[in-house]
Every structure is written in structure tokens, then in C-alpha cells.
């Protein structure tokens, strides 16, 4: 059996069985993908992994969350989307473009190379290893740089993650606001899922906030390669070789589906007892990327900026959304 297949039937039986854990389990004050989280990260840090071990674990991790957010589309309306569009857009169109440019800018002062900057500012941003992978690709950054910022959009987003779900509860945040913060300031999309696992209002709005915020990565790389002083051909190469992610366009199909009223009751259940397997699967593989040494692999610049740039999203969302509500 090969490592991929192998990496793939452990995360989806650490997601399982908290999924049928948390069914005896009543009480706690967490879900599954959180369980499936710290069972993952304690296997993560207990004992040794290969490298490409971890990236097969974290790469169905975010399969999962991909996944589980076409799903979702089946659990919300167009019309439902379309309100939330006047709310969403200026805290997520701010934050994106602030969060860049004020960490391509610091990286300048701390003495960190333009391409790390970039990588670093794009992975905080939009959506961690996904936008990270996307810069890297036109803006010629190194390989080492890329996994450092990885490494720094998994582990402070979790760190991230595990605190918004704690102040929840004592700031007493109602669910749009929450929703709103966590989408708009968590660097993975299993990030925000899983600070959401209670589901409902919370979810979908976090859901929501992440995708608008993932449609701003053809920006980003076209300002990522300007930044790097890529020639004019790269910038235009990579627009529009730019391909909106085909999750994405799952979920839109369902929102569409459900607006029209085209799927049975049936049907939206065996999806609902879905995405929660899916997201336990997503936590689970992100976990397996919490490898706290590798945060000083490239010394204390670096980390100095990407924990800057997770303060300020992080501070900033949360200062709009308090705005806006």
C-alpha cells in the first residue's frame, strides 16, 4: 500500500472515530473536527514522520476541507449569499490588500527577503498553502521559503484558531460577528471550519467570508509578481492562467440546487453527516502540519513577520466586523 493511501486511512480514521466518539460523548464543549485535531496533533508530535509522510496526511486534510465546503453549498441559498455580499466585501477587500502590502512592506524594515515577504503576506491574507503554492509559482521565490511560510500559516493559524474559538465564548460574540472575524482572518480553509464546528449561522457566514477572500488570489499573485519586479509578461501569463478552484463552483451548483428547491430532504441530511466526517478529516491533516521547529528554521525575521501579519488580520477583521455591526 502506498504512503499517500496510507497517510489518507489514518487521517479518515482519526476523523471517524471522533466523529462516533462524540455520539457517546455528549457534553463537550467541542466537536469533532477539534478532537480530531488535538488526537492528530498529539500523534503529529508524539512520534517521528517522514516529511513527504506529513505532506500526504496534510494534503488530504485539505482535499477534505475542499470537500466539505462543496458540500456545504447544499445548506445555504443564493439569496442568503447575496445578502451578505454589501457586509463581507469591504471588511474581506480591506483586509486582504492591507494585510499584502503592510507585510511586504515590514519585510523590508525586518530585513527579510522580498520573495519570503511576498510568500509569507499572500499565505496570511488569502489562504495559507494554497495562495502560498500560487505566489511562489510566479514570483520565483525558493523552495525553502515556500515551506517556511507554509509551516507559518499551519501552525499560527491554529494557534489563531484555538483562540477565537476560546474568546467566543467569554466576548460573547453573536454568530455573525463571529462569522464574519473568523472568515475574514484565519489563513486555511480548515482553519475556519473548524473554529466554526458548533455549524450553523457561524459556519455558513465563516464559509462565505473565506471564499470571498479566496477570489482575491488572482490579485495577489499579479501584485506578488509586481512586488518581485517580474516582468510584465509574467504578471499577465499567470492572471489568466489563474483557474477559480473547482470547490468553489461545487458549492455554487448547491446553493443553486437548494435556492431552486431541487434536492430532497434525504439527500441534505446524508450531506450534513458528510461534511462533519469531512471536516474531521481536514483538522486532522492540518494537524499533522504542526512542526513548531520549523518556525526557526530561517531564524527570528521571518517569524517576527509572520506573526506581525497574523496580529494585525486578526486585530484588524475583528476591529471592521465591530464596525460594521
Not at 494537524?287 to 531564524?299: S, W
Amino acid at each position: 500500500m502506498s504512503h499517500p493511501i496510507r497517510g489518507a486511512l489514518l487521517i479518515f480514521g482519526i476523523a471517524a472515530g471522533a466523529v462516533l466518539g462524540m455520539k457517546f460523548a455528549t457534553g463537550l464543549p467541542v466537536g469533532p473536527p477539534i478532537v480530531a485535531f488535538a488526537v492528530a496533533l498529539a500523534l503529529s508530535v508524539a512520534l517521528p514522520w517522514a516529511p513527504q509522510r506529513r505532506d500526504d496526511m496534510m494534503a488530504t486534510g485539505r482535499a477534505s476541507a475542499r470537500w466539505a465546503i462543496a458540500l456545504m453549498g447544499l445548506g445555504v441559498s443564493l439569496p442568503e449569499i447575496a445578502s451578505l455580499g454589501l457586509v463581507v466585501l469591504p471588511i474581506v477587500l480591506s483586509a486582504v490588500a492591507l494585510t499584502f502590502f503592510l507585510t511586504v512592506k515590514l519585510a523590508r524594515t525586518l530585513r527579510v527577503s522580498k520573495s519570503l515577504g511576498v510568500v509569507i503576506g499572500a499565505a496570511t491574507a488569502v489562504c495559507g498553502a494554497s495562495a502560498a503554492l500560487a505566489v511562489a509559482s510566479t514570483c520565483g521565490d525558493r523552495r525553502e521559503e515556500t515551506t517556511y511560510a507554509i509551516a507559518c500559516a499551519t501552525i499560527l493559524g491554529s494557534i489563531v484558531m484555538l483562540l477565537l474559538m476560546a474568546l467566543r465564548s467569554y466576548l460573547h460574540v453573536q454568530p455573525e460577528q463571529y462569522g464574519l472575524w473568523v472568515g475574514a482572518s484565519l489563513h486555511e480553509v480548515a482553519h475556519v471550519l473548524g473554529a466554526t464546528d458548533s455549524g450553523g449561522e457561524a459556519r455558513i457566514i465563516a464559509t462565505i467570508t473565506k471564499i470571498a477572500r479566496i477570489l482575491c488570489l488572482p490579485a495577489i499573485i499579479f501584485a506578488g509578481a509586481i512586488v518581485t519586479r517580474q516582468d510584465s509578461t509574467c504578471g499577465r501569463r499567470e492572471r489568466s492562467s489563474v483557474k477559480l478552484p473547482g470547490f468553489l463552483l461545487w458549492f455554487a451548483a448547491g446553493s443553486l440546487l437548494v435556492s431552486l428547491g431541487l434536492v430532497p430532504a434525504p439527500l441534505l441530511m446524508v450531506a450534513s453527516q458528510a461534511v462533519s466526517l469531512l471536516l474531521a478529516s481536514a483538522l486532522a491533516g492540518l494537524a499533522f502540519g504542526v512542526v513548531p521547529r520549523e518556525l526557526i528554521a530561517l531564524g527570528w525575521r521571518p517569524l517576527a513577520l509572520a506573526v506581525a501579519a497574523t496580529v494585525f488580520i486578526t486585530i484588524y477583521s475583528a476591529l471592521m466586523v465591530a464596525a460594521i455591526s
